[in-house]
């Protein structure tokens, strides 16, 4: 199995910057998508950005200009840089993997726990 641990949320004004960062562990051959999602209160879960193995990338146009994924495939590990927050990034953000298992070599999804994101004055 595969776990993801997040981390690097916390509560942050308006203007500012935040990172989270992404571990994944486990009994991992190699994960092709590593992605970031979000979801507020009352809202449904949305894609914030996902990144390819060979790093490609995805934005949701309400981030495109202020955010960037990237990840370090030796430690499989993802990174969300978040700039020029506002409060409307305020939201529980998840980390997720789309991974092949050694041995096995089945692939499945996995999702982190979620950190919270709240952008407030």
């Known amino acids: 199995q595969v776990q993801l641990v997040e981390s690097g949320g916390g509560l942050v004004q308006p203007g500012t910057s935040l990172s989270l960062s992404c571990a994944a562990s486990?009994?991992?051959?190699?994960?092709?998508?590593m992605g970031w999602y979000r979801q507020a209160p009352g809202k449904q879960r949305e894609l914030v950005a996902t990144i390819t193995s060979g790093g490609n990338t995805n934005y949701a146009d309400s981030v495109k200009g202020r955010f960037t994924i990237s990840r370090d495939n030796v430690k499989n590990t993802s990174f969300l840089q978040m700039n020029s927050l506002k409060p409307d990034d305020t939201a529980v953000y998840y980390c997720n993997a789309d991974a092949v298992l050694r041995l096995s070599y089945r692939q499945s999804t996995y999702w982190g726990q979620g950190t919270q994101v709240t952008v407030s004055s």
């Open positions: 486990g009994n991992i051959l190699r994960i092709n998508v």
